[in-house]
């Protein structure tokens, strides 16, 4: 079976200051993972993903990610946030052999002015 | 099209109705999958197509859930005799072959069942 924990159900961040939105998977093997957004009534934006080789991955919007095989885990940073960064976030990982994403739950993300 | 294309979406219906919810996947993209996210949740798996071929419905929550793609492109949810429960964000996607290949998502179709 494969899983995704996101810790946080809420992070509050002023605009400006780094953000990180923690993200902790479980599947046997090598995973792919991967970070989406979602906005109000919106669907799901695709932001980063981690297939292979280097641990720090960059994505859409200034955000990165960085893959730690030790902790499994693969937090979602940025190191300015902006008041429209403010949305759901869901990290989540399919397993070498899976066919489909399992999602967290997701996090959401306040930016404040 | 540009992105995934989902019909329609808003949805409201009576419990006891049938629906059907439509997705027009990216032109030539072979994997088709069909998630449910309910309020505050994150999108739940429900089915994934490989081409015409489901290949895994192990997510479906009852009988009352069926879905097809008979001709490896447009695929079709249908649910019959809609219950309360089942109102969700239900979310296509579709992506290339291969499993490290991006999975992009529709806007999702609102169903709500009153």
């Known amino acids: 079976a494969q899983s995704v924990a996101q810790p946080e159900d809420q992070v509050n961040v002023a605009e400006g200051n780094p953000l990180t939105v923690k993200c902790t998977y479980s599947?046997?093997?090598?995973?792919?993972l991967f970070w989406y957004v979602q906005y109000p009534n919106r669907g799901l934006q695709f932001l980063l993903k981690?297939?292979?080789?280097?641990?720090l991955v960059k994505g859409s919007y200034g955000f990165e990610a960085e893959f730690n095989k030790s902790q499994t885990s693969f937090h979602l940073k940025k190191p300015s946030a902006l008041v429209s960064d403010s949305a759901l976030y869901f990290c989540?990982?399919?397993?070498?052999?899976?066919?489909?994403?399992?999602f967290g739950k997701g996090t959401m993300l306040l930016v404040s002015p | 099209g540009a992105g995934v294309s989902q019909s329609p979406r808003y949805k409201v219906a009576k419990r006891g109705q049938d629906v059907a919810l439509r997705c027009d996947p990216i032109?030539?993209?072979?994997?088709l999958f069909w998630y449910q996210q309910a309020l505050g949740q994150g999108p739940e798996f429900l089915t994934y197509?490989?081409?015409?071929?489901?290949?895994?419905k192990s997510g479906l929550p009852s009988d009352r859930f069926f879905a097809e793609r008979p001709e490896g492109s447009v695929s079709t949810l249908k649910i019959q005799r809609t219950q309360q429960e089942d109102s969700a964000v239900y979310l296509c996607?579709?992506?290339?072959?291969?499993?490290?290949?991006?999975?992009?998502f529709g806007e999702g179709s609102w169903l709500t069942v009153v």
């Open positions: 996607a579709s992506s290339p072959r291969g499993a490290g290949n991006t999975i992009y």
């Open positions: 599947v046997s093997g090598n995973p792919y």
């Open positions: 981690y297939i292979t080789g280097d641990n």
């Open positions: 989540a990982v399919r397993g070498r052999g899976y066919s489909t994403l399992t």
């Open positions: 032109s030539g993209h072979v994997s």
């Open positions: 197509f490989q081409n015409e071929a489901q290949l895994d």
